[in-house]
């Protein structure tokens, strides 16, 4: 039966049999002894009309189908081909589903051959494939095929992905097949007869992976650290960028239709200049200027030259990715000096060996995506060099349980340990202290600040790259978080005197003294009265938020309700309740501290041989006394330092799905003397820094000193000025002095015409999730959905990468976008041709970190509006207007419906912040001539 593979692919009406969805394309390929053995194709006559979205996608009209024969005239020899087989679909249930219900309405038995699902064998033999889509794989494995979306192309797409995933399931190790055998029933392919037999056949093969270090049952892959040949370098800067930007040098010879961009050279020599004079350095560097090229050579140039670790800190995991898989091996080419580069990420990125191999060994049932996650990770173990878990894309449910196995959650490991010598976090570091360029990101920079330096290696210097980002990060991590789920996940992950509980299994493996004063019902009262507590605590604040909300119900842009409480006088009493039970429940959580304690006690006298235990019990109780220190934080003491608190809660969501957040109001004294002072030279570079040319707001909230700072603006390459229209209407409906639904319903008249303009490829930016959701419904009554592609943020499913990738994967799309879309989304080309920003993105004023701030500068005397509503909301608008141009070839619009940005009198600050384009600003019908005679 192994040695047959039937794989099958349909076309169909529809999603779904149980609507009266048919097949009207069928695709078999039969595989024996690995090879392709015969094929069956045919077009089905459905008896209905097939739908516009399927001929778009497939091709199939309903005159191809209309003298196919049915489905019940080829059963039998479709029932036939599966004699003996293993049924093999690139997501079975779809394929069998639709097969058996045909099957069924013809009389037939239904198929109950074991199945193999190439799609979940995909995400398990190759968890570090970019997407698991057919389209997807076939380009990773560079399989070939004929017309995407028809039945017999997909189906030899499919076999000959099966033939891939059946050779790297035989190169496995004998561990990793082992602990899949026992995984094999949680899955949806029938794997049990092969992964036995490949089980048998290594457990009498003398075979050694010579590239796996086999310790308690993991097979981990080997790795080695080559530490380059140091060599003296002595080269004049000067020369030394001579060598690679001009006429005949590197970058000439290394990179295919190279042209020399003088800002990239100007921004090499800033760097320098901030480093050798030991000045901060603001740079902002328009899109297309190569700024990160530009700034890892004069970094890699210091390090060498002065022996000295350059840090570069990143916002975004994407650009990390960027520098390391593209940047940093062309510099490599460059300059031919051996120098080394580390990436260090938080403990919560690296897998915790010791946890997982914890949790292979439990008996627990788990749901399907656990088991496909387990799957993918003993997979993942076998190739990874890092453990960095940004490497796989997980099930959404796998997250969580990757969280309980990371090595966050790990204690102090004894370095004498065999698991501390394996550690990927650990190696790592280690990597991280013998670097010359120490890549990072901004999360653990500021963690690094905020705890004294003591996570990353010491430095003197440092590159910030995505700086408009810097300030908001401090802030997150000067300030502090709490909700409902974090608190609960914590005393779940403790649990009850129960056997099935952490605490439970503790228990049965420590004999307590007489004299302990730890009690099994005296744990459980008071566990049982700290989830009540934390259950009414958050299902008060909710209430509390709602009563006082009354008045104002507007949400966020990610439609939450956002509430300041840190001067709480709005009602006293209710308040005066809250306090009372957050002092009983921290007296609740002191009593399981102490219980805990009693634990360890006995633990640490015991010499328990599950010394795990008392690693976790660490943990648990650091966990429970970081909620307490919170609680008190936000509820019951003052800051030192000015902060705003508040609360933010799903509009629509459950009663207790409460977020309790504070942060610094002002951070710029904190970043001047934790930061600042502390280092030589910092560098801070992105695309948005300046406004109408100057750099004071930025250098303001950062707490930079203008003596001590360089700044500098390298201008775009590109040619804006043919590249790009601005187009502003006169004719919208004002939204100060008309409702909010004239302006939607405005806005929609205009993505239609320019949609039809434009052939789609549009990406449309609301400031507010309320009013995308509003435009989302309106579109989507009035636009032909069966040529154009919706994709809406919140609304259509799948993250912001998915979102972005279903917009290019259809010809005729239109993407609306909140909040994360106005800046790191990169769609070059003609995906592309026009970009829609409905408001200009000022803040809500009622935002509670907004309000906090501008009472401050009131305090100070000084303008809110233009000291900080104005400066922020004109760096928005640049990271949304750098959205369109991403190449020097990229044409396009940009159509603005606030007409603010020409009748306001602080409109210039918006257009004279940008590169200079042509404007127009006239009547929606002029416009629309306009755009159509320009594309």
């Known amino acids: 039966m192994n040695e047959r593979f039937v794989v099958v692919d349909l076309e169909t009406t529809g999603h779904s049999p149980a609507n009266s969805d048919k097949i009207i394309e069928i695709g078999i390929v039969v595989i024996e002894n690995d090879n392709i053995v015969d094929e069956f194709s045919t077009f089905f006559n459905p008896n209905k009309p097939i739908p516009a979205f399927v001929t778009n996608l497939t091709g199939i009209t309903d005159a191809e189908v209309q003298n196919a024969p049915l489905f019940q005239d080829k059963a039998a020899k479709i029932t036939a081909l599966f004699e003996n087989s293993y049924l093999v679909a690139h997501n079975v249930p779809f394929d069998l589903g639709f097969l058996n219900g045909e099957l069924y309405t013809s009389g037939f038995s239904e198929l109950r051959n074991p199945a193999l699902d190439t799609v979940e064998l995909a995400r398990i033999l190759y968890p570090q494939a970019p997407g698991f889509k057919l389209g997807q794989l076939a380009d990773y494995f560079q399989i070939t095929h004929g017309e995407p979306h028809r039945a017999l192309a997909d189906a030899h797409m499919t076999a000959k992905l099966l033939l891939t995933l059946m050779q790297k399931l035989r190169q496995l190790p004998y561990e990793t097949i082992a602990h899949m055998l026992k995984l094999e029933k949680g899955m949806k392919s029938d794997l049990n007869t092969i992964l036995s037999e490949q089980y048998q056949a290594l457990a009498f093969s003398s075979d050694e992976h010579e590239y796996m270090d086999i310790y308690r049952g993991l097979a981990i892959k080997k790795t080695t650290d080559i530490k380059p040949e140091r060599q003296d370098f002595h080269s004049f800067f000067g020369s030394f960028l001579d060598e690679i930007y001009e006429a005949g040098g590197a970058m000439e010879q290394h990179m295919s239709k190279y042209e020399k961009r003088s800002g990239q050279r100007e921004m090499s020599e800033t760097v320098f200049d901030a480093f050798k004079t030991k000045k901060h350095a603001l740079i902002e560097a328009e899109t297309g200027t190569g700024k990160t090229l530009a700034y890892l050579l004069p970094a890699v140039y210091e390090a060498i030259t002065q022996n000295k670790k350059i840090v570069i800190s990143t916002y975004t995991t994407q650009l990390q990715s960027q520098l390391l898989d593209n940047e940093i091996p062309l510099i490599h080419q460059l300059v031919s000096l051996p120098f080394r580069v580390a990436l260090l990420k938080g403990k919560q990125h690296y897998i915790s060996l010791e946890k997982f191999e914890r949790a292979l060994a439990s008996e627990r049932t788990e749901n399907y995506d656990v088991t496909l996650t387990k799957a993918m990770l003993l997979v993942w173990l076998t190739e990874t060099e890092t453990g960095d878990i940004d490497e796989i894309q997980l099930p959404s449910n796998g997250y969580i349980f990757y969280k309980q196995i990371s090595t966050e959650k790990e204690g102090a490991i004894d370095p004498s340990s065999p698991w501390f010598s394996r ?245 710029s004294t904190l970043l001047a003397n934790d930061f600042f002072t502390q280092k030589e030279s910092v560098v801070l570079t992105s695309a948005t820094l300046s406004i109408r040319n100057t750099f004071s707001f930025i250098q303001q909230r950062l707490g930079l000193t203008p003596e001590n700072v360089m700044t500098t603006k390298v201008n775009s390459p590109f040619s ?165 141009i991403r190449s020097a070839n990229d044409r396009g619009v940009v159509f603005v419906c606030d007409a603010r940005v020409m009748k306001a009198r602080y409109g210039k600050y918006f257009t004279e912040s940008i590169p200079a384009v042509p404007i127009t600003h006239d009547s929606t019908y002029t416009l629309m001539k306009k755009v159509q005679e320009w594309f």
């Open 423 to 667: 550690s990927y976090y650990q190696r790592a570091r280690r990597k991280a202290q013998q670097a010359d360029i120490l890549i990072t990101n901004h999360a653990l920079l500021c963690t690094d600040m905020f705890n004294n330096y003591q996570l990353l290696p010491s430095y003197d210097k440092a590159i910030i790259d995505e700086a408009h980002h810097l300030e908001e990060t401090a802030s997150k991590h000067y300030g502090l978080t709490l909700h409902y789920v974090q608190v609960q996940n914590t005393l779940s992950q403790i649990g009850s005197t129960d056997q099935d509980d952490w605490l439970g299994k503790l228990l049965m493996n420590t004999p307590l003294s007489d004299d302990n004063v730890f009690s099994s019902e005296g744990w459980d009262n008071i566990f049982g009265n700290t989830k009540y507590e934390v259950d009414d605590l958050f299902r008060t604040l909710f209430q509390y938020v709602i009563d006082q909300r009354q008045k104002d119900k507007s949400l966020s842009d990610t439609g939450r309700i956002q509430y300041r409480f840190d001067d709480e006088n709005e009602d006293p009493e209710k308040w005066g309740v809250i306090k009372e039970i957050v002092s009983r429940l921290t007296f609740y959580l002191r009593d399981l501290i102490h219980l805990l304690s009693s634990l360890k006690q006995e633990l640490e006298s015991n010499e328990i041989r599950e010394n795990h235990y008392l690693e976790d019990l660490n943990m648990h109780t650091e966990a429970l006394q970081s909620i307490i220190d919170r609680m008190e934080q936000l509820f019951l003491t003052k800051s030192e330092h000015a902060e705003v608190k508040w609360i933010e809660m799903e509009a629509y969501g459950a009663r207790n799905a409460v977020y309790l957040y504070s942060e610094p109001t002002d951070i």
């Open 720 to 884: 804006y000025q043919n590249q790009v229209q601005l187009m502003i209407p006169d004719d919208f409906p004002d939204i100060r002095h008309s409702s909010l639904d004239e302006f939607v319903a405005a806005v929609c008249d205009a993505i239609i015409s320019l949609a039809q303009i434009t052939d789609g490829r549009m990406l449309v930016l609301f400031t507010s999730y309320d009013m995308l959701r509003k435009a989302y419904y309106l579109l989507r009554e009035t636009i032909d959905t069966s040529l154009f592609m919706l994709i809406a943020q919140g609304i259509s499913s799948g993250s912001r990468s998915r979102l972005k990738k279903n917009f290019q994967t259809f010809s005729q799309s239109i993407l609306l976008g909140t909040s994360s879309f106005w800046e790191g989304v990169d769609i070059p080309g003609e995906d592309l041709s026009c970009l829609m920003i409905v408001r200009l993105p000022f803040q809500p004023p009622n935002h509670p970190v907004y309000e906090a701030k501008s009472n401050l500068l009131k305090n100070e005397g000084k303008n809110p509006f233009f000291e900080l509503a104005l400066p922020n909301a004109v760096i928005r608008f640049k990271q949304g207007f750098g959205r369109l």
